[in-house]
């Protein structure tokens, strides 16, 4: 593997809850290169968000280290190394989507010409070019997940963080943000590296270069799938036999978890 | 999960107007059956004036002296104004220092809940000692004191409505405390600011009527009403009484109309 763009060295979280600490994450030790599409999964309490925000300096490890380009989190985070994409859009209803889009770059103080031209260029690679001048309220669920992935990428982030994304779409609406989301991926310049949370092992497998299965209490990693279906992928990968293989041997993985657990 | 069309101006206006003219017809005929029943039932059962003049008379009344009724309902309500203006700046003020350093909204937002259900308007005897009981300064006071504190919840309520992804969202920008401030605090706040100036509104004209029950100028509001309501001149007192509501009304509808354009986004949402 080529120098590693996030670095896991034996990483721990404990809460502090009312009912004594807990243990959301246990000694996670994971390497990701740079431009990969990496899938986390697991029951929910497997510390699979967890992961994620401490990788995103939203939260801070309780023991070990992790490094982002070299770097702590934070100062990763200065660095506006990370886009993050929610399961709820977070679209702020008193701005444009357009407006809403160039949010990131206002506050990077980019000029506002720079700002208006990027945040028209990504809104017609999410396909939305013709709705930057819409209210977030009059736009679909899925239209409004698309602006906020625009968002996240309007300032080129070499990191890009999705929890759980399209959790709260329709299965049709989520199939074919999925396809969408490796082709603005993949189209990308740079292309930044993903770190995709999910329940969903067709989406895992489906989206990502390698699946990180974790199990729960105390969250840790299972194992880790490789996926080597060719890219760029397409609808008919889902139909693949080596699409389904993957699919199974995550699902068997998972469900080791629970026996185990 | 279809998209809502985003429909053109023009379109949109139509439906507006379409709209606009479905939500107003009912209370405006309840309004005008009220107006009807009322009139009918003073000539019908012959109620004397002293206790309750037909609206036929009180707009008679209104009539014969229509601009010294209008004027001296300008002198009660621009105490109203003044004083809102006050408290409700102060009340936006005072909440933003809550949102900056929260030792202060510990103790004291508890205590501008308390206060907003107290009657302030029992003040304004207090308020004519200090500051003189004809004075506008006195009725100014009250109905500063009386805006204050709704403000002040409904503005700190909205200053920290932002929920936590929309914060995380702003920590990942890594923006500085002021961008959070002015990009995201500030306009969620907003539909919060407008909903406290609307009961403002109502709340000062109110106070400023009631305020000078209590003593002012003669050519104020509140001191005709008491005055010819006292010698049993109800149609004066009552003509008086609609200029109060007149007045009440417009300070409401600029509020409305000044949050449609300062919120763009507001319009169209309580459609869906």
Not at chain 1, 64 to 80: C, F, L, S
Not at chain 1, 204 to 222: C, E, I, K
Not at chain 2, 85 to 104: D, E
Request: one cysteine or more; aromatic letters at 10%; charged letters at 20%.
């Amino acid at each position: 593997m080529d120098t590693p763009i996030i670095e896991f060295e034996r990483v721990s979280k404990i809460y502090q809850g009312g009912a004594g600490p807990v243990t959301a994450l246990h000694d996670v030790t994971l390497r990701i290169a740079a431009g990969e599409f990496i899938a986390l999964i697991g029951p929910s309490g497997c510390g699979k968000s967890t992961l994620m925000r401490l990788i995103g300096d939203l939260e801070q490890p309780s023991n070990g280290t992790v490094r982002i380009k070299a770097k702590t989190p934070d100062q990763a985070r200065r660095d506006r190394d990370y886009g993050i994409v929610f399961q709820s859009p977070v679209l702020y209803d008193w701005r444009t989507i357009r407006k809403n889009v160039e949010l990131p770059l206002e506050i990077m103080g980019r000029p506002k010409e720079q700002r208006h031209q990027r945040a028209m260029e990504l809104l017609k690679l999410v396909g939305l070019g013709d709705f930057g001048d819409a209210y977030p309220h009059q736009l679909s669920g899925g239209m409004q997940q698309r602006a906020s992935i625009a968002r996240a990428l309007s300032f080129a982030p070499s990191i890009l963080l999705m929890d759980e994304p399209f959790g709260a779409l329709d299965e049709i609406t989520r199939e074919r943000l999925q396809l969408e989301l490796l082709s603005i991926w993949w189209e990308a310049e740079p292309r930044p590296t993903v770190i995709f949370v999910t329940h969903s092992i067709p989406e895992a497998v489906f989206l990502a270069d390698r699946v990180v299965v974790m199990s729960p209490r105390p969250g840790r990693v299972q194992r880790v799938v490789e996926v080597n279906l060719a890219r760029p992928r397409a609808f008919e990968t889902r139909e693949d036999p080596q699409f389904f293989a993957l699919v199974t041997e995550v699902r068997e993985c998972l469900r080791a978890t629970e026996t185990a657990g | 999960m279809q998209a809502t069309t985003v429909s053109t101006p023009a379109v949109r206006s139509i439906d507006q107007v379409a709209k606009w003219f479905h939500m107003i017809w009912p209370p405006v005929l309840t309004f005008l059956v009220a107006i009807a029943l009322w009139e009918g039932a003073v000539w019908l059962f012959e109620i004397p004036i002293y206790l309750l003049p037909a609206p036929s008379q009180i707009m008679a009344t209104f009539l014969e002296r229509p601009w010294f009724l209008l004027g001296i309902g300008m002198v009660t309500f621009s105490n109203a104004l003044m004083g809102s203006a006050i408290g409700c700046s102060l009340g936006v003020l005072v909440a933003i220092f809550c949102v900056r350093w929260t030792f202060v909204a510990d103790g004291l937002v508890p205590l501008a809940i308390a206060a907003s259900a107290v009657p302030i308007i029992a003040l304004s005897p207090l308020m004519g000692i200090w500051l003189g009981s004809v004075s506008a300064a006195s009725k100014i006071g009250v109905i500063a004191v009386m805006t204050f504190f709704p403000t002040l919840v409904s503005v700190y309520a909205g200053l920290i409505s932002p929920r936590a992804d929309a914060l995380l969202l702003m920590r990942s920008y890594a923006a500085p405390q002021r961008a959070v401030f002015l990009k995201l605090r500030m306009p969620a706040a907003l539909p919060f600011l407008f909903n406290a100036l609307r009961v403002c509104a109502t709340l000062s004209m109110i106070g400023a009527v009631v305020a000078e029950f209590f003593g002012g100028p003669r050519n104020a509001l509140g001191v005709y009403i008491k005055t010819q309501a006292g010698i049993l001149r109800t149609r004066e007192a009552w003509s008086a009484i609609m200029v109060a509501c007149l007045y009440g009304l417009i300070f409401y509808l600029v509020i409305v109309l000044i949050e449609r354009w300062v919120m763009p986004w507001k319009q169209r949402h309580s459609g869906q």
